[in-house]
């Protein structure tokens, strides 16, 4: 849809700097040896729930920490904190995604030897998908509740993510959502997606997702070496 | 989240000339007696399914027309269609929700002697909240597996609406929900809302809804006169 000129110029203005103090970030992040996850999705995907069972699954082998974006209340953090582990509260008072200058901000407060940094960002399957926040791994996740024709529908949060992690696989007997399908829409968009079927619930594909996430932690170090 | 002077001033321009051009939408709908409903929620809520059912329910009585927001697809316009009601799609190429310059380019399309013009947005809990469209009337819809605790998260699209629309309630036996709290703080956000507990699966609920919009287009119409 057209924007004014003068929207467009302020928009390019504000994606520029966020890229490039997005990148810093990165490499900041990069040079302690953390991997930085960002996490998207629509409200009530499962992010959180996620981030709970990733958590009980790796905290006694790593050093993990969460940022959590929420437009209003700490509740999320606070569930994160209920596992044992830091969790930075990012509140954006009605901005519907997080941006690299929030991370920034609060960039002093995360510890440099962390392993993984989790960035869970505002509910929201579309905006989030346009601001590079720093992170190594961009998950979106999308749940069994919101439709198999979704990938299509929103494809920038696909295009732009390496992984995709279909959630609340244990409501599957109770709805029509075809997986194959929404696999091959999603590869169709991005045919290098690692797909994950998980559920916070039954356990499925955690352990999977937990062993991926591991692996590329190792990548990263390797890297570093 | 402090913004920049410049994008404040851009945002207040367009939110600014959104209102003065959804008021004279607005307007005209109201003069041709047509009740306009836009429908706001998360990707997967069920606001098409919903609009299938109260299309059903209605059509043989009203005359009904659909405009369907999407980022990408027409997808949803092609099911409306299918139940044989008129339908407009608007794809946004990206934005995140409607604004009423979109429905003004459309606006001559559009039937004068529709009874009712419901309006889907963007699948995106927060920035339609922002955009007025000229509706008469806002219903934001949550459905039962995004989660009782989203209304105080995103309370902006709960603030803004007239009714509150809980959805998938066939899922309710499946799912750790509390109906009364995420209506206790839904009210608590926002005091006036009218809450309508349905299923399109079950049918629940769905004819105390159209009663009450056909109650909103009877009192439009008395205005009117």
Same mark, same amino acid.
């Given at each position: 849809m057209a924007k004014s000129k003068k929207e *467009? +110029? *302020? +928009? !390019?203005? $504000? +994606?520029?700097?966020? /890229?490039k103090l997005a990148a810093s970030i990165r490499q900041k992040l990069r040079e302690n040896g953390i991997l930085a996850v960002n996490l998207l999705s629509s409200p009530g995907s499962g992010k959180t729930s996620l981030l709970e069972k990733i958590g009980f699954c790796l905290k006694d082998r790593?050093?993990?920490?969460? $940022? !959590?974006?929420?437009i209003e209340t700490e509740r999320d953090a606070e569930r994160i904190r209920k596992i044992g582990l830091p969790a930075w509260q990012i509140i954006t008072h009605g901005a519907c995604h997080l941006e690299a200058k929030m991370i920034a901000r609060i960039f002093d407060r995360i510890p440099a030897d962390l392993d993984f940094l989790f960035i869970e960002n505002v509910g929201n399957l579309v905006c989030p998908a346009s601001f590079d926040l720093g992170e190594s791994l961009r998950l979106v996740l999308l749940s069994v509740p919101e439709g198999d024709d979704k990938p299509r529908k929103y494809p920038e949060?696909? $295009?732009?993510s390496? @992984?995709? @992690?279909i959630t609340k696989c244990d409501l599957l007997p109770h709805l029509p959502f075809d997986v194959e399908r929404v696999i091959r829409e999603a590869r169709e968009i991005n045919p290098k997606l690692e @797909?994950? /079927?998980?559920?916070a619930l039954s356990g499925e594909g955690l352990e999977e997702l937990c062993a991926f996430l591991e692996k590329k932690l190792e990548e990263l170090r390797r890297q570093n070496a």
């Open positions: *467009v +110029l *302020v +928009l !390019e203005d $504000i +994606l520029g700097s966020n /890229k790593y050093r993990i920490g969460v $940022i !959590e974006g929420d949060a696909f $295009i732009t390496q @992984v995709f @992690v @797909v994950f /079927k998980t559920s």
